[in-house]
């Protein structure tokens, strides 16, 4: 389990049972048990910072150290369009909206994508279809309960401020299908496909629109949207090892 910033690490270590600090291979990791139906899974969390070239690194680090059976990037986004903060978006396919060719004309996009497991995914909308996740956020579900979303996302170093910016516009004409903004899920799915024994899912919640963002409400929903986030996984991970016996 993978997060970029201490808040969504915080919030899905509530869920562990008895987390105790390890170090490998100059990687440091909270390992300790998520409590599921059908028995426990080992968890393994780390904090990678932002970026995806960190995120893909400490993937492969965290493979060769523990071989797991799944991989995931869990954490806070900005939504684009059809979504409100505090609903969840688990990544079908994953867009790096920053490479291209850059011409005398301007920048030609050249749009990479990269696609999570297939059987996780399928899992995953089983997950949201089933509308029950929303029990295990913490403390408590609002009302009404956050949606969740199986779309696309788009991932880049900028932090886009406005939907009017240059970059939110070439979002809009080359993936525009995309619903939210991250900056390390490409990198992290990049590093999977070469690690074909892990499969791996993005899990997103949405802490800020490409409008309106500022300090005061980032205060407020990153920690609302990292517990969201969080409960959808840990009811996503108690289904698929419920399914798994």
Known sequence: MFTAIGVEYRAFREHLDAPQRREEHGGLYEVGLLAGTDGPWQVALAETGPGSIAAALRLERAVRVFDPEVAIFLGVAGGRKDVKRGDVVVADKIYDYES?????DGFEPRLR???PADRLLQWA?????EGRWQRRIRPASPEPPPACHVKPIVTGAKVIAHDQSETALQIGRFAGDAVAVDMEGHGFLE???MNPRVDALVIRGISDLLTGKDKRRDDHWQPLASRHAAAFTVEFLNIIGERAT
């Open 113 to 115: 994508t990269h696609q």
């Open 191 to 193: 590093a999977a496909s």
């Open 125 to 129: 909308r089983s997950v949201a279809n």
């Open 100 to 104: 291209g060719k850059s011409t005398q």
